[in-house]
C-alpha cells in the first residue's frame, strides 16, 4: 500500500516533466540552415553565398547598397507575418513601427525610399526571383522557386 501512495503522488511530477520536455523540444530543432523560422533569398545572379548579421542589418537599414562582390542590392520585406516578426527581432532588432519611421525619416531627408513590401511568402520569392539584386526573407518552409538562400553568419 505504501508503494501505490508513493507512485500516486509522483504522477503529478511526471506530468509536469513531460510538459517541459514537450514544451522546449520543438524550440531547440532548428527550422533551416541559419537555425532560424526564416530563410534569407536572394535573385540568383547574387554572387554571395553567405553574409554578415551586420551587412544584412546595414542592407535593410538602408546604409548598404552593394554587396561584397559589387552587386547592387535591393532589400524586399515582408508584410506584417510570422516571416517578418522573425526577422525584425533577429536581425534587426527593431519593431515593424520603429522601422517604418526609420524608413520615413529617410525618405524626409531624401536619403533612400522605402523598400517595396509584399504581403506573402509568394509574392516575396516571385519579385526577388525577377529584380537583378534583390534580397529578403520568407518563412523557412517556404518553396525556393527561383531564388537561393543565403547562410547568415
Same mark, same amino acid.
Given at each position: ?9 509522483? &504522477? ?7 510538459? &517541459? ?15 532560424? %523560422? ?9 554572387? &554571395?553565398?553567405? &553574409?554578415?548579421? *551586420? #551587412?544584412? %542589418? ?12 559589387? *552587386?547592387?542590392? %535591393?532589400?524586399?520585406? #515582408? @508584410?506584417?507575418?510570422?516571416?517578418? %516578426?522573425?526577422f525584425l527581432r533577429e536581425y534587426i532588432g527593431r519593431t515593424e513601427a520603429a522601422l517604418m519611421t526609420y524608413y520615413r525619416s ?14 506573402? *511568402? #509568394?509574392?516575396?520569392? *516571385? ?20 531564388? @537561393?538562400?543565403? @547562410?547568415?553568419?
Amino acid at each position: 500500500m505504501a508503494k501505490a501512495m508513493r507512485q500516486t503522488r509522483n &504522477i503529478p511530477l511526471r506530468i509536469v516533466q513531460l510538459l &517541459i520536455v514537450v514544451t522546449f523540444a520543438g524550440r531547440c530543432a532548428p527550422a533551416d540552415i541559419n537555425g532560424s %523560422e526564416i530563410k534569407i533569398v536572394v535573385n540568383p545572379s547574387v554572387r &554571395i553565398s553567405q &553574409i554578415s548579421r *551586420d #551587412e544584412l %542589418e546595414r542592407i535593410f537599414l538602408m546604409t548598404k547598397t552593394s554587396l561584397a562582390g559589387g *552587386d547592387h542590392v %535591393e532589400p524586399v520585406l #515582408e @508584410k506584417n507575418g510570422h516571416a517578418n %516578426e522573425v526577422f525584425l527581432r533577429e536581425y534587426i532588432g527593431r519593431t515593424e513601427a520603429a522601422l517604418m519611421t526609420y524608413y520615413r525619416s529617410l525618405v524626409f531627408t531624401g536619403k533612400a525610399s522605402v523598400p517595396k513590401s509584399f504581403s506573402s *511568402d #509568394e509574392a516575396v520569392i *516571385d519579385y526577388v526571383a525577377r529584380t537583378k539584386g534583390a534580397i529578403g526573407y520568407v518563412s523557412a518552409n517556404a518553396g525556393m522557386g527561383g531564388v @537561393k538562400a543565403l @547562410k547568415v553568419q
